[in-house]
């Protein structure tokens, strides 16, 4: 079946760096447009960044732009959020998601309802 597994989380403080790793199993990874969410306390969950399947393109929240960095490595299925400068906000569960890519009509990237699989999450705090 097919597994997300995060890591990479932890405590850190203001303007401080963290990279979470999420590797996958059970699919064919190159052919999924993969993606990172966030879930802070009381709050919806939100997308954060995403890389597309098939040219790699990636797409950011304006929140972490310019901060975080998405990449994947196809060879060891696993996608990474390198994050830098961290702030107090940046504090939530991160999520990996997965859905297959498409050729077809776009789908936009920072909606959770359009990917099919989901990691357990991965706790980052900053403390400020």
């Known amino acids: 079946q097919v597994q997300l597994v995060e890591s990479g989380g932890g405590l850190v403080q203001a303007g401080g760096s963290l990279r979470l790793s999420c590797a996958a199993s059970?699919?064919?990874?190159?052919?999924?447009?993969m993606g990172w969410f966030r879930q802070a306390p009381g709050k919806e969950r939100e997308f954060v960044s995403a890389?597309?399947?098939?040219?790699?393109?990636?797409y950011y929240a304006d929140s972490v732009k310019g901060r975080f960095t998405i990449s994947r490595d196809n060879a060891e299925n696993t996608v990474y959020l390198q994050m830098n400068s961290l702030k107090p906000e940046d504090t939530a569960v991160y999520y990996c998601a997965a859905r297959p890519g498409t050729l077809g009509t776009p789908r936009p990237y920072y909606r959770p309802e359009t990917y099919v699989y989901w990691g357990q999450g991965t706790q980052v705090t900053v403390s400020s």
């Open positions: 890389i597309s399947w098939s040219n790699g393109a990636t």
């Open positions: 059970g699919l064919i990874f190159r052919s999924y447009d």
